[in-house]
């Protein structure tokens, strides 16, 4: 046990005569900068280092003013909210809906020229984080925003953005994602609906039905998946799934009872 003692005083006097002979010598033999941190080890024990999040997107003052609106701190907050009646009563009241409306809440991401907030992800995320106080208003303006008018802001053509977005933005018309079907859900290659070329082959009929739908029941404007029949580039004729802008005007929209739900029961799925 002594031997094994003096053995490490031994080794600990090299070490520190070796690093007295680097330091002599003009080296650096100890490190001095701060130990980094780990992001995975400290997730593996159940913490999240908010150092390693670096923020790179500016916040605009007016979009700092925005934020500190609707902090819930706020003595005077511009949207006050009854969960237990929504909860309770299984729908979002219409002076809420409207109120959430005139916020311009329906078009966080819509750009300002089509009347909307033209928020920057990070200024949606946060103020996704402010209004989830309620989870059934969060349920409904994602389900509008984040998937139901999302095709169109992104890939829609500038007469369908001209023609849609102004609307969405005001909340004058709800948006609502139609993927799944009662046969069809994470594999979502497979579902049935199909739309098919009318003879005179200007426009597209669809056939089929849709579930879980969030804002379903409320809404006037839907991104539909469908199948359609597709010449592929080798000549062949495959089914490929396209989406389709449907408004309920256009007629033959048919909703069933709203589903019943927990903890969301205020968000509206047909
Ligand atoms: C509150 C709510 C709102 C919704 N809103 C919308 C909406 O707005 N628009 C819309 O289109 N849909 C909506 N949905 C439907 C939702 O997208 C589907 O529920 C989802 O895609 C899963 O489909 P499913 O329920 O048929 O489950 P399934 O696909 O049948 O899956 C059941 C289980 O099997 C697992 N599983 C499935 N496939 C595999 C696999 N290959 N390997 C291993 N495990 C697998 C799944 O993880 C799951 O646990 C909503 C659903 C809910 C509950």
Redesign the pocket.
């Known amino acids: 046990m002594s031997g094994c003692v003096l053995f490490l005083r031994r080794a600990a006097a090299a070490r520190a005569c070796r690093a007295l002979v680097a330091l002599t010598a003009g080296r650096r033999p100890l490190r001095t900068s701060p130990p980094s941190p780990s992001f995975a080890k400290e997730l593996f024990l159940g913490k999240i280092e908010k150092c390693c999040f670096h923020v790179t997107e500016n916040i605009s003052e007016w979009e700092q003013e925005l934020e500190e609106d609707f902090d819930p701190a706020v003595t005077h907050p511009p949207l006050t909210l009854d969960s237990r009646k929504i909860d309770r009563e299984g729908r979002i009241p219409d002076d809420t809906l409207e109120k959430l409306k005139s916020l311009g809440l329906f078009g966080m991401q819509i750009p300002e020229e089509y009347g909307g907030l033209g928020l920057s992800n990070t200024m949606y995320a946060r103020l996704g984080e402010i209004i989830s106080l309620d989870g059934s208003i969060t349920v409904t303006l994602a389900?509008h925003q984040a998937?139901g008018l999302k095709g169109i802001l992104l890939v829609g053509n500038e007469e369908q953005k001209a023609k849609y977005l102004p609307r969405l933005a005001s909340g004058e018309h709800i948006a609502?994602?139609?993927?799944?079907e009662p046969s069809s859900?994470?594999?979502a290659a497979s579902i049935r609906t199909r739309a098919t070329l009318s003879e005179d082959k200007k426009h597209y009929v669809l056939n089929g039905s849709?579930v879980?739908?969030?804002n379903g029941g409320l809404a006037s404007i839907f991104t539909v998946f469908a199948k359609t029949e597709v010449v592929d580039s080798d000549g062949s004729v495959k089914d490929k799934m396209t989406a389709f802008i449907v408004e309920r005007d256009f007629g033959g929209v048919t909703n069933g009872k709203p589903e019943d739900?927990l903890g969301?029961r205020g968000s509206n799925?047909k």
């Open positions: 389900a998937i609502a994602f139609c993927l799944t859900g994470s594999d849709k879980w739908i969030t739900k969301i799925s």
